[in-house]
C-alpha cells in the first residue's frame, strides 16, 4: 500500500471549516484513499473514502487531486467534539493483503472555542 | 443496528494470568480484524478471521496469542500468561464483504488490558 504523509497537528476555531491535507504521491490506480478519526481512548471511526472523484457524506467532503497524489478531508463546519486525531489511509483494490489498514501518527485536529 | 461490541471495555490482569477479549461484529458482517495500539503509538493489524477460519495471523506474536472466531458467538482473543508489555487497546473490526479493499471496516470501542 502506498505511504501516506500528514502533517503532525493543526488547529481550527469553532464553527469553520478544517481543512486536512494528505499526501500520497505513491498511490496506484486502483488505490482507495480512507480517512477515519480517533477520539481520544475511542475506537476509530470511519469516515469517507474515495478513488477518483470528490465525495461528501453526512460528516466530510473528499477533495481528491486530478492526479491522485493527495487529498484533503474537509470538515465544513468543526466543532469541539471533532477534536481527533485523523487517519489518511491508503487501501489495494484487491488481491494481497489490502485488508490490513496501516495506520501512520496521523493529523491531530484540535478545535478551539 | 448495534455496532461493534467488545467486551470488557478494561481488564486487568496480573504477570501470568490469561486475558480473554471479545468481539460481536455488526450485524451482517461476518469478517472480523484484531488491531493493537501500544501508548502512544499506531494501531497495528494482527488478525483477519472470517468464520470458522483465520485467513491472516501474521500480525499476530507467535507465542502466548491466538484468535478464533466460531460459527456461534463472538470472536475472541485470547492472550496467555500475559505480561507487561501487552498492556496496550485492542481494537475489533468487522466488515461485511470479502476483505477487498473496498470493503470498510468498522471498530468497537476496544478493551483497554493492563498488565500488572
Given at each position: 500500500d502506498a505511504k501516506t504523509t500528514q502533517p503532525p497537528s493543526m488547529?481550527?476555531?469553532?464553527?469553520?471549516?478544517?481543512?486536512?491535507?494528505?499526501?500520497?504521491?505513491?498511490?496506484?490506480?486502483?488505490?482507495?484513499?480512507?480517512?477515519?478519526?480517533?477520539?481520544?481512548?475511542?475506537?476509530?471511526?470511519?469516515?469517507?473514502h474515495g478513488l477518483k472523484n470528490n465525495e461528501t457524506n453526512e460528516m466530510a467532503s473528499l477533495i481528491i487531486t486530478e492526479d491522485r497524489k493527495s487529498s484533503t478531508l474537509i470538515l465544513?463546519?468543526?466543532?469541539?467534539?471533532?477534536?481527533?486525531?485523523?487517519?489518511?489511509?491508503?487501501?489495494?483494490?484487491?488481491?494481497?493483503?489490502?485488508?490490513?489498514?496501516?495506520?501512520?501518527k496521523g493529523t491531530l485536529l484540535t478545535v478551539n472555542p | 443496528?448495534?455496532?461493534?461490541?467488545?467486551?470488557?471495555?478494561?481488564?486487568?490482569?496480573?504477570?501470568?494470568?490469561?486475558?480473554?477479549?471479545?468481539?460481536?461484529?455488526?450485524?451482517?458482517?461476518?469478517?472480523?480484524?484484531?488491531?493493537?495500539?501500544l501508548p502512544e503509538e499506531g494501531l497495528k493489524?494482527?488478525?483477519?478471521?472470517?468464520?470458522?477460519?483465520?485467513?491472516?495471523?501474521?500480525?499476530?506474536?507467535?507465542?502466548r496469542f491466538s484468535a478464533e472466531f466460531p460459527k456461534e458467538g463472538p470472536s475472541i482473543l485470547r492472550i496467555q500468561q500475559v505480561v507487561r508489555g501487552d498492556s496496550a487497546a485492542y481494537f475489533c473490526a468487522s466488515s461485511p464483504l470479502a476483505g477487498s479493499g473496498t470493503d470498510t471496516q468498522y471498530f468497537g470501542p476496544g478493551t483497554r488490558l493492563t498488565v500488572l
Amino acid at each position: 500500500d502506498a505511504k501516506t504523509t500528514q502533517p503532525p497537528s493543526m488547529d481550527c476555531a469553532e464553527g469553520r471549516a478544517a481543512n486536512l491535507p494528505c499526501n500520497h504521491s505513491t498511490i496506484s490506480g486502483n488505490e482507495y484513499v480512507y480517512w477515519y478519526r480517533q477520539i481520544h481512548s475511542q475506537g476509530p471511526q470511519y469516515i469517507i473514502h474515495g478513488l477518483k472523484n470528490n465525495e461528501t457524506n453526512e460528516m466530510a467532503s473528499l477533495i481528491i487531486t486530478e492526479d491522485r497524489k493527495s487529498s484533503t478531508l474537509i470538515l465544513p463546519h468543526a466543532t469541539l467534539r471533532d477534536t481527533a486525531v485523523y487517519y489518511c489511509i491508503v487501501r489495494g483494490n484487491s488481491g494481497g493483503s489490502n485488508y490490513k489498514l496501516t495506520f501512520g501518527k496521523g493529523t491531530l485536529l484540535t478545535v478551539n472555542p | 443496528n448495534a455496532g461493534v461490541m467488545q467486551n470488557p471495555r478494561h481488564l486487568v490482569r496480573r504477570r501470568g494470568q490469561e486475558a480473554r477479549l471479545r468481539c460481536s461484529p455488526m450485524k451482517g458482517h461476518s469478517h472480523v480484524y484484531w488491531y493493537r495500539q501500544l501508548p502512544e503509538e499506531g494501531l497495528k493489524f494482527m488478525v483477519y478471521l472470517q468464520k470458522e477460519n483465520i485467513i491472516d495471523e501474521s500480525g499476530m506474536p507467535k507465542e502466548r496469542f491466538s484468535a478464533e472466531f466460531p460459527k456461534e458467538g463472538p470472536s475472541i482473543l485470547r492472550i496467555q500468561q500475559v505480561v507487561r508489555g501487552d498492556s496496550a487497546a485492542y481494537f475489533c473490526a468487522s466488515s461485511p464483504l470479502a476483505g477487498s479493499g473496498t470493503d470498510t471496516q468498522y471498530f468497537g470501542p476496544g478493551t483497554r488490558l493492563t498488565v500488572l
